[in-house]
Structure formats: structure tokens, C-alpha cells
């Protein structure tokens, strides 16, 4: 074995060996036809290589094997040298199709390498006793997340888990130019893999236009209905046909392992041998980890690493990892040239600094964002009327790091799950309802502002605002993307602009809102309400008077916006502009801001004019459009008791004209009331959701106490999820 010592000179004492990374490069590139391995493909003329190595140096990634064919060897040390003289310990083993201990005869007429399988076992003399190590491709592109990934998951292996395998959605691992193989991962119940088959020539089927799109559809194994979106075909070695969901994992050919698997693969091979394999036949990696995890004997993580991975089948395909590494370098994830002395030290200092502990952080941070309740003006910020929220004290949390490339990667909570997706193709959206929406909302916000999103962020969300309670969690998970975008591509909206950005971006959602919550969740004012106006939008604080309360109750039912709420409030703002257009007024303030006598005058001519639920409609909106003008007032002369009151006609209106409210809201507001708030109203859309009372501060344990026994007692109890005491909290932040 060859090679330099370890880079970066000493290693703490009290940190694990950095893991080595077995780099498969012997491959003949049947259908590339030439060698591929060394082929430039970077802006520099670095090699796939080359960036696997720079990327795993990153991620914490120590020593490197390159299993090559001994008439190769010349080639990839004169081209390599680069990497010793940045003391990169390299060093070379052989894949010969004679081994002294496995194969003592040259087998005839086999010309054929013996396989992945084989490959790590030519490597292993090279590999430390101990400790674990990886196995991944020459020719493919995996990117740094999923060598940090990988090696997360390698350090930190749960009990009983000796190997990992990296998967990616398997659309995004097909070939627009022809068929590719891929081992396909079925996962067992605790999430490891079940069984593992090889799927060869995989394509998708029917439409090739989605090939290498991070969000690949969701297809039924076997579906056959037109609508269906595609699977992907092929075949497995035996000849059998395939047909698998485009998203199902695919195995990337980049694998973690402790060396225990050693013994257990030269066992499988010895099957294989056993078994008079054809000329053809080959000892795949893929399928041996398969196989022993199917017979119980390892048990293997699966890895998902994202749709960072670029892999170079055919010829046509090195032109689109070129343009991707062009982007990446233009992008900053990487230099032109991968190992000149300038830029040398950054990634060794890297690789010391991240060991094999924590992923080297890029430029990131937390985005913080609240959630808000409206504590009147309801259903009228799309009619362009004022309202008067406030910031809420529970928040969104998004903690992210910017990404080298242009790619959204983001984990919520078990419920919720990760997604991924790319900025730097169409942002489509995800099925209705996925959560990944009110990201994709933002970034596209920002694009069609004209901010330019070269960096993608990866990181988590999490967040105590109740979802789907009326309360704007999705508004603040927008505006968390949008200032965690921004940060990691280093630009800057003015609040209110971005705040009406982010309005008009949430509508792709497809609920036609108004523009309260995102100005709301960027603007709030800790101990202040805040009145919104709109066209031009303008956010103004009024301070809550000491000695008061809001208190918000959960009505139990989720008022779910990807759901039937949906239409119920798009025909709600359809009403409101036939209403007004029916009265032949051009505007809601205009309706608004008539005086006294002419307000009555409007008011009845739309209760003779308009049918029924559309005078109703055009009632709650007039009414309510004065009685924020009216609370505002209350609130600056600290006079609770009248902005109580104009609470509660609020909700009559909600409940009598505008059919937004619910048995168990009202049940709530009456509760409160009786317990001895000074006004209760629902707050959000309505349809489920909250209810919001004010109440003097030393009323309020005896308001959530009659809650608690005349409400929620008989629905199974609460938490503090369901009721609280809210406090007026500050707008969203992005903090480094
Ligand atoms: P909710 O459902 O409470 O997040 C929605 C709209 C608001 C406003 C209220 C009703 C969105 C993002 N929000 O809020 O703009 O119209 O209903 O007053 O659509």
C-alpha cells in the first residue's frame, strides 16, 4: 500500500480514526466507451473523483482506497498527484480476476471483472482492522450531504446496524439516455433494509422529461391507469421484468460499513464462485449486502441522501454533470481548481475541524418566524379592509445551513417527514397538502421577485405554533423559508416588501388569502397589537394596555386548509367580490369610510339588492371593516370593555352572516363569556380551529378553568397546545 500520512497533522486524541473511503474505480465503461473514471468534468478539469474526494475530505472522511486494475495504476497516480501534494492519503489496491485465497486459477475465458462485491474485498487488505469505512462509485457524483450523512450515520450507528447504504428517490438516479442499474431497497418495518435487488436497465416509463427531477412521482407499483404517474421498468438479472414507484429508494452505490461485513462477503462470494457463474456474471455488491440482510445476518440502514447525486452512465450524460459542476463552482460550493495551493487550506482545515464529528458548517442559521391571532377583522384583509392581529409568542423554527448547490432539503418532525427540491429547475408543487408547499411557495416568492437563489438550504423545522388552527403556522413557515432562503444566498427584502411577496407566493397554495399573517408574522411588536393596512400595505403598533389577557382555545377540530376549508374560503372571497360589484361599489374602504347615515343607506340597499347569502356575505364585511376602526380606537384609549364588546359582534357576524364559525366555537366564545371574559370571538378563517378571549388578567385562571370543566373535560382533557395565554410577541428573525 501507498500513500501519504494522515493530513492535517495531529488528531485529537479523544476522536475516533477518521473513516476511510473505498473509491471503486475498475470498472471497464462498457457503455461509456472509454475510461471515465479520470474524465474531466469540472469547470477546472477535476475529475468525478476528485469531488468525491474533496466532498468526503469535508465530510470528515480520512483516507482513501482506490480499487483500480493494475494497468491502470500509472494513469490514476500521474493524474491524482494533485491530491498527495495536498497530503491527501491515497492509496491504490488491485482488482484482479486471480486472488491467491479466493481465485488461485485464472478462470477461463472470463475477462469480465468479478464484480463490486469483489472490489471490497480487494480493498480490504488496505483498510484499518478497525473501524468503520465506506464504499462508493468512481463515476458517480454524490455530494457532500450524502458523504456527511453517510459518515453521521457511521458514528453514530444504533446497536445492531454494522452497515449503511445510501439512498436517493430512484427517478432521480435514471439516465435520460438509456437504461442504468441500480440496486432497488425495500425497507422493513424498523426501516432497515428488508431486501435488496438489482435492477437493471432502469428506465422510467413512459416519460423521460422527469428523469433527474427531485421530485419524482409517486407511482403504484403495477399501475396501469393512465393518469398514473410513471413507474420505472426494467429488469432484474434473472430476466424477470420490474416495475417499481419512481420514488422508491435506490441504492447509490455509496455504503457504510464496519469490517465485520468482510468475512461475511468473502463467504458470499464463495457461494457465488460455488455456483459455476456465467462469464458474465457478476458478484455485486448490492445484491451480497442483499442477500445477508434478507437472511437476518446485517442488518443495514438506509441512508436518504437527497437528489444531490449526478451519475455518468453514458457519454451524453458527462454534459449535464458538467453544467451542474460549472452551476456548483459559479454557485461557490466549490473551486475551480480543486487542489491549487490558495485553495488548499479550506478544505483541510475543514476536514480538521469536522473530523469525524458534526458536519462542517457552511453559512447558516435560525430563522425564527410567529404565528399571530387576529384579534378582530376577520375575512376582510383580502377585501383590502384593515385588521388588527398580533404576533403570537410560538413560533417556526427552521435551522438550516446554506446549501453548496441550488437544493431546498429540509426534515420536519416525524409526522411530518423531509423533502427535497430544486431551485434551480421549475419549482412544481408537491401533492396538495404536503407541507413542503409553503417552502416551494417561498422560494418561488423570491424568484418571481427577482432574488436571485444560486444556494439551496438544508435543515429542520420545528415549531410550536398549533398547525391548522387558525393560528398562521403556515404563514410562518413561509416566512421562516423565505428570511432562511435570504440569508443563505446573503440577500435582503424590506420587511413590508417581502411580507407582500410572501402573500402573493402563498396563494400558490391555493388559498386565495390576504396579506394579514405574513405581514403580521415579520412584523409583530412584542406588548403591541398591530394594525395592518393594505394598498399600500402599512404595519402599525398599538400598545396592549397593562392588566389584560388573551387567551386562546383550541375548538379541537382542525380547520385544515389543503382540505374542504379550501374551497369554503375561496367561495368566501368570490362572494365578497360579487357583493361589491353587485352594489356597484369599486372598493371595500370606499364602503367602509361612508359616513353614518350613508353606511345605513348602503347597508340597506344591499339587503334589498343582493340575494341572501351574498347581502349577508356583504354585511359581515361592512360591519367588520368599521368595527376594527372602532377597536383600534378602544385599544389606544385602553378601553377593553368596548373593544370586548365589538369582539363579540365580530363573532355574531362570523357565526350569523359570514357561516365561518363552528357548534364547538361558539360553544367556546359562550363559555368565555359566561366565565367572565369581556369579549370572545373566533380568530383565523374559521371552519375549526380557535377562539381568542380577552379577559382581565386576574380573570383569566377563571376563565381557562371554566373551559377546562365545561369544554374540553368532556372531549378528553387539554394541553397547552390547545389552550393558552398568548402574549404579543416580536416579529420574525434570522439569526447567523
Ligand atoms: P388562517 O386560516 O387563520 O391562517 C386565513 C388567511 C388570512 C385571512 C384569514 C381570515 C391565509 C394564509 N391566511 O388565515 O389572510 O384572510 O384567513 O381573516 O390564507
Not at 356583504?618 to 378601553?639: C, D, I, K, P, Y
Request: glycine residues 12%.
Amino acid at each position: 500500500m501507498s500513500g501519504t500520512g494522515p493530513i492535517g497533522g495531529a488528531r485529537p486524541a479523544d476522536r475516533p480514526e477518521r473513516p476511510t473511503l473505498v473509491i471503486l474505480a475498475a470498472g471497464r465503461s462498457t457503455r461509456f466507451g472509454r475510461a471515465k473514471q479520470l474524465e474531466p468534468v469540472g469547470p477546472g478539469g477535476a475529475s468525478l473523483i476528485e469531488y468525491t474526494v474533496y466532498d468526503a475530505v469535508r465530510a470528515g472522511f480520512g483516507r482513501f482506497v482506490l480499487v483500480v486494475r493494475e494497468s491502470q495504476r500509472d494513469e490514476f497516480e500521474a493524474r491524482l498527484r494533485p491530491l498527495r501534494d495536498a497530503g491527501i492519503s491515497l492509496s491504490f489496491a488491485f482488482q484482479r480476476l486471480v486472488d491467491a485465497d479466493l481465485v488461485p486459477l485464472p478462470p477461463p475465458g472470463r475477462v469480465r471483472p468479478w464484480g463490486t462485491g469483489f472490489a471490497v474485498l480487494a480493498a480490504a487488505a488496505a483498510l484499518p482492522r478497525q473501524g468503520p469505512f465506506a464504499v462508493c462509485n468512481a463515476d458517480d457524483f454524490y455530494g457532500r450531504v450524502a458523504h456527511e450523512r453517510l459518515a453521521h450515520a457511521l458514528a453514530a450507528s444504533p446497536p445492531g446496524i454494522r452497515a449503511f447504504t445510501a439512498t436517493s428517490p430512484l427517478a432521480d438516479t435514471l439516465s435520460a439516455h438509456g437504461g442504468v442499474s441500480r440496486g432497488l431497497c425495500e425497507a422493513g418495518p424498523d426501516g432497515t433494509l428488508l431486501r435488496m435487488t438489482e435492477g437493471l436497465d432502469l428506465r422510467l416509463d413512459g416519460d423521460a422529461s422527469r428523469t433527474g427531477n427531485g421530485d419524482a412521482p409517486r407511482a403504484g407499483a403495477g399501475a396501469e391507469s393512465p393518469a398514473a404517474p410513471p413507474g420505472v421498468v426494467g429488469r432484474t438479472a434473472s430476466g424477470a421484468a420490474v416495475r417499481v414507484d419512481a420514488d422508491s429508494p435506490a441504492c447509490m452505490g455509496l455504503w457504510g460499513f464496519f469490517p465485520e461485513i468482510l468475512p461475511q462477503l468473502e463467504e458470499r462470494f464463495r457461494d457465488f464462485l460455488a455456483a459455476s457463474p456465467g462469464l458474465e456474471d457478476e458478484f455485486y455488491l448490492s445484491e451480497a449486502v442483499g442477500d445477508l440482510a434478507a437472511a437476518e445476518r446485517t442488518r443495514c440502514g438506509l441512508v436518504p441522501v437527497g437528489p444531490g447525486w449526478m451519475g455518468v452512465t453514458f457519454p451524453e450524460d458527462r454534459e449535464r454533470v458538467a453544467v451542474s459542476l460549472r452551476q456548483l463552482t459559479e454557485a461557490g460550493a466549490y473551486p475551480v481548481d480543486l487542489w491549487t495551493p490558495h485553495v488548499r487550506p479550506e478544505p483541510l482545515r475543514a476536514a480538521q475541524a469536522s473530523l469525524f464529528g458534526p458536519p462542517q458548517a457552511s453559512p447558516g442559521g435560525v430563522a425564527t418566524a410567529p404565528g399571530r391571532i387576529n384579534l378582530i377583522g376577520e375575512h376582510i384583509d383580502y377585501n383590502g379592509l384593515p385588521v388588527l392581529p398580533m404576533a403570537l409568542d410560538r413560533h417556526v423554527h427552521l435551522e438550516f445551513e446554506g446549501a453548496e448547490h441550488a437544493t431546498v432539503q429540509l426534515e420536519g418532525d416525524a409526522a411530518h417527514g423531509s423533502f427535497a427540491f430544486r431551485l434551480d429547475r421549475t419549482i412544481e408543487s408537491a401533492p396538495r397538502g404536503h407541507w413542503s408547499n409553503y417552502v416551494r411557495a417561498a422560494a418561488r416568492g423570491l424568484q418571481d421577485h427577482g432574488v436571485g437563489l444560486k444556494r439551496g438550504i438544508r435543515g429542520t423545522v420545528t415549531g410550536t405554533v398549533p398547525v391548522a388552527e387558525g393560528l398562521s403556522s403556515s404563514s410562518a413557515l413561509v416566512v421562516a423559508s423565505a428570511l432562511a432562503l435570504l440569508h443563505a444566498n446573503e440577500a435582503e427584502v424590506e420587511a413590508l416588501e417581502l411580507a407582500a411577496l410572501l402573500a402573493r407566493a402563498e396563494r400558490y397554495v391555493g388559498v386565495q388569502g390576504g396579506g394579514m399573517d405574513q405581514a403580521a408574522s415579520l412584523c409583530g411588536k412584542e406588548g403591541h397589537a398591530l394594525r395592518i393596512d393594505f394598498g399600500p400595505l402599512r404595519v402599525t403598533p398599538v400598545p396592549v394596555p397593562e392588566g389584560w389577557r388573551w387567551i386562546v382555545a383550541s375548538s379541537l377540530a382542525r380547520a385544515e386548509k389543503a382540505g374542504a376549508v379550501r374551497e369554503l374560503y375561496n367561495e368566501r372571497r368570490a362572494q365578497c367580490a360579487e357583493a361589491l360589484e353587485r352594489v356597484g361599489r369599486t372598493s371595500w374602504p370606499e364602503v367602509v369610510e361612508a359616513d353614518e347615515d350613508e353606511f345605513a343607506a348602503i347597508l340597506a340597499g344591499a339587503g334589498k339588492s343582493l340575494p341572501l347569502t351574498l347581502s349577508r356575505r356583504f354585511r359581515h364585511v361592512a360591519t367588520e371593516g368599521r368595527r376594527v376602526t372602532e377597536a383600534e380606537r378602544a385599544l389606544r384609549s385602553g378601553n377593553m370593555a368596548a373593544f370586548g364588546r365589538l369582539m363579540n359582534a365580530s363573532h355574531a357576524s362570523l357565526r350569523d352572516d359570514f357561516s365561518v364559525s363552528t357548534q364547538a366555537l361558539d360553544e367556546i366564545v359562550s363559555v368565555a363569556l359566561d366565565a367572565g371574559a369581556a369579549g370572545a370571538r373566533l380568530t383565523g378563517a374559521g371552519f375549526g380551529g380557535c377562539v381568542v378571549a380577552l379577559c382581565r388578567a386576574n380573570r383569566a385562571k377563571a376563565v381557562i378553568e371554566a373551559l377546562i370543566d365545561r369544554f374540553y373535560a368532556a372531549r378528553g382533557g387539554v394541553d397547552r397546545r390547545a389552550l393558552f395565554v398568548a402574549d404579543a410577541a416580536d416579529g420574525a428573525t434570522v439569526t447567523s
